[in-house]
């Protein structure tokens, strides 16, 4: 019986289009809701959300045999605290901030079991190894990992062709909103010069065999990026739904 198959890895190495949403409440019940959508992929999003490693895996748990296939994104690509989002049962990783192919070598070392990496091996006790329940796991998840690197600097774009000759890298997601700071326009990634950025960097993964992926809320802009070969795209952040639609529903009643 060998570690369960990474769904999402699957479908984005067929060139599936997959559609995602930011899963930010950092509470299972949320996310739970948010599953029902059928959305293709939610980000736990470690990052810019108050997650920790209990909400996390709480998060993996409701999402266990749903539709919507669960990207995990660490504050930072440390390799403990790699294996230690990979042992709750995290199979498909996001790391913000890459901005080097050897930075992107080291990632998919830590997600790898020796000898291809240096995953520690703690599988006996994992929720991964259904608590080894999976006898072949350590043997088998390596290719069941599903590693995602973002380029959201000018150092990163600088290094992007470099980066997308890494293997073990299954694709790249571009950051507006911290592309849009590092190149000088702070809060605005519809700025001409970022645009452009994303344009050329979106057609350069693709055309490297990667899977390109972004975010955009505004329609208009996501079909833009669909254009330029987003095939991984988050168009929406469940916070952000909530809020706005909150403060509509006010609006509506407070000047009725
Ligand atoms: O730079 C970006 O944009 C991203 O990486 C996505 C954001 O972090 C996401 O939280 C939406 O703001």
Redesign the pocket.
């Known amino acids: 019986m060998p570690a369960p198959e990474n769904r999402f890895k699957t479908r984005l190495a067929k060139g599936e289009m997959l559609y995602g949403c930011?899963a930010?409440f950092a509470d299972p019940y949320a996310t739970e809701v948010l599953a029902t959508a059928n959305f293709d992929w939610l980000v736990i999003?470690g990052?810019?959300?108050p997650n920790d490693l209990r909400s996390t895996m709480a998060q993996l748990q409701v999402l266990e045999g749903r539709h919507s296939a669960p990207v995990v994104?660490l504050a930072h690509g440390a390799d403990w605290a790699i294996k230690q989002v990979l042992d709750i049962g995290a199979q498909t990783l996001l790391i913000?901030m890459v901005e080097s192919a050897e930075q992107a070598r080291e990632l998919v070392r830590a997600t790898r079991y020796p000898p291809q990496g240096i995953r520690g091996s703690g599988a006996a006790l994992a929720r991964a190894s259904h608590f080894s329940a999976i006898p072949d796991y350590i043997g088998t998840a390596n290719d069941q990992i599903c590693l995602l690197v973002?380029v959201?600097t000018r150092a990163g774009l600088a290094a992007l062709d470099d980066i997308l000759k890494v293997d073990g890298v299954d694709g790249v997601?571009?950051?507006?909103?911290?592309?849009?700071?590092d190149m000088g326009f702070a809060g605005d990634?519809s700025a001409p010069e970022v645009q452009d950025a994303i344009q050329d960097a979106l057609v350069r993964i693709k055309t490297a065999g990667k899977a390109p992926g972004i975010?955009a809320l505004d329609p208009a802009t996501a079909r833009t990026y669909r254009d330029w070969g987003a095939q991984f795209l988050?168009v929406g952040?469940d916070v952000v739904m909530l809020a706005q639609s909150a403060r509509d529903t006010m609006a509506r009643w407070r000047d009725d």
């Open positions: 930011w930010g999003d990052e810019h959300a994104r913000p973002q959201e997601f571009i950051g507006p909103s911290d592309l849009a700071a990634s975010l988050a952040i």
